[in-house]
C-alpha cells in the first residue's frame, strides 16, 4: 500500500523537464570572433591592413583633392587686371601666395608671356599634366587592394577547401564533422572578408577619381581662360 502512494506522487510538468534538458545552447556569433579565427587570421590580417590602408588613402586624397579644387575668389578677374596693366610681377606673387595647383599652372603661364602663344599654352598643359599626377598620386595603390583583396579571399576559399578534403581524405571511416567544419568556416569567413575589403576600395577609388576629373576640368577651363585674355585688347 505504502508503495501504492510513492507511484502516485505527481511530477510537476515532465516534458518541460525533459525539452529544458536536452534543448542546446546556441552562442551568438560575433563579428570580432569572425575576423580573428584561428583557422583564418592568415588572411584576415593582411586584409584588415589593406582595408585600414585603403581608408587612410581615401581620406588623404579626398583632402588634398578638396583643397586643390578651391579656388580664391576673383583670382582670375585679378590676374586679368594686372596683365592688363602691365604688373606681370604682381600677378606671379598672386599666384605664388595661391598655393593651388591652378596658381602654379597660371604662373608658368605668366612666365612665358612673351613668347609665343603655342609656348604658352604648351607650359601651361605640361604643368597641368603635372599637378593632376600629384593629385593621382597613390590612387593606384587603391584600385590595387580593390583588385587583390577579393582574389586574397579567394584564395582563402581554395585553402580552406583544400583542408576539408584533405581531412575527408585522411579519415574515410571515421569521418567527424568538426573535421569538415573548419576548412568550411575558413574558407566562408575569407570570402567574406575580401569581398568587403574590395567592395570598399572599389567605392574609395571610383570617388577619388571623379573628383580628380572634376579638378581636370576646373583647371582646363582656366588655362583656356588665360589664353583668351592674352587675346583680348589692353
Known sequence: MKSMFLLQIPVSNPEMISATASEPVIEKLRIIDLVFAPSSLWIMLPL????????????????????????????MNNIRDFIHSGKIESAMALCKGNESPLARMIE???????????????????????????????????????????????????????????????????????DLSGGIYTAMITTVGGLIVGIIAYICYNIIVARIQRVVYILEAKSTEFIDLLHEPV
Open 48 to 75: 584588415l591592413v589593406m582595408l585600414a590602408l585603403a581608408v587612410y588613402i581615401f581620406v588623404e586624397r579626398l583632402l588634398t583633392i578638396n583643397k586643390s579644387a578651391k579656388e580664391e575668389r576673383n583670382f
Open 108 to 178: 608658368k603661364g605668366i612666365t612665358r608671356i612673351g613668347k609665343p602663344l603655342t609656348d604658352i599654352s604648351a607650359a601651361i598643359e605640361n604643368t597641368g599634366n603635372l599637378e593632376v599626377q600629384r593629385l593621382e598620386k597613390k590612387v593606384s595603390v587603391l584600385a590595387t587592394i580593390a583588385g587583390a583583396a577579393p582574389m586574397l579571399g579567394f584564395l582563402g576559399t581554395v585553402v580552406g577547401m583544400v583542408i576539408a578534403f584533405h581531412n575527408m581524405a585522411a579519415n574515410p571511416n571515421n569521418l567527424n564533422i568538426a
